[in-house]
């Protein structure tokens, strides 16, 4: 016999034990323990099983939160901008940046993130990455602010400095 078996039998047994007031344990054949509510040879002897441990159920009143509920720690919002990283030299093959930023948490509804660049505001997006098309040269710093449903700031991100290479081209000296 399998121990699940076993195991299974032991606890028809304490279910028993509740109605019945005689449950007896026997060796089969193979060595097997076997529980039963009736003798199942002359060799089965009477078990006395404990008491069931229970607890008698509770009625909780949800009419007023409890304290736990009442401090309840204010939510962290943070952010930053994964990509580009600070201080990258954009080459001039490279005409469009992505911008990429990472949340501690997801965006709740009507919440936004604003894109700048250089204190001009890029773009507002529910996307937590954008591409900037043909960014001028020079070293750019981009900051992005997440703004909640109402409006109020939640976080900015730290500024992140990307370097622009574009080419220059001049007239011909006269």
């Known amino acids: 016999m399998t121990l699940a078996r076993l195991l299974l039998l032991v606890l028809i047994g304490w279910g028993l034990a509740a109605q019945a007031s005689d449950i007896y344990k026997t060796r089969d054949k193979d060595g097997n323990i076997v529980f039963s ?8 002897e009477q078990v006395t099983l404990p008491p069931i441990n229970s607890v008698p159920p509770t009625n909780p009143d949800y009419s007023t939160p409890t304290t736990s509920r009442q401090k309840s720690q204010p939510i962290v919002y943070d952010l930053y901008i994964a990509s580009p ?67 109020t700031s939640l976080a900015i991100s730290e500024p992140v400095t990307a370097n622009i290479m574009r080419p220059i081209v001049r007239p011909a000296a006269p």
Do not use: C, H
């Open 85 to 151: 990283r600070d201080g990258v030299v954009i080459s001039p093959e490279q005409r469009d940046l992505a911008i990429a930023v990472n949340l501690n948490q997801p965006l709740a509804d009507g919440q936004w993130l604003l894109y700048f660049m250089d204190g001009e505001l890029l773009e507002e997006s529910t996307s937590t990455s954008i591409l900037v098309r043909e960014v001028p040269r020079g070293a750019r710093s981009f900051t992005v602010e997440w703004i909640a449903a109402d409006g």
């Open 37 to 44: 509510d009736k003798p199942m040879s002359d060799t089965s």
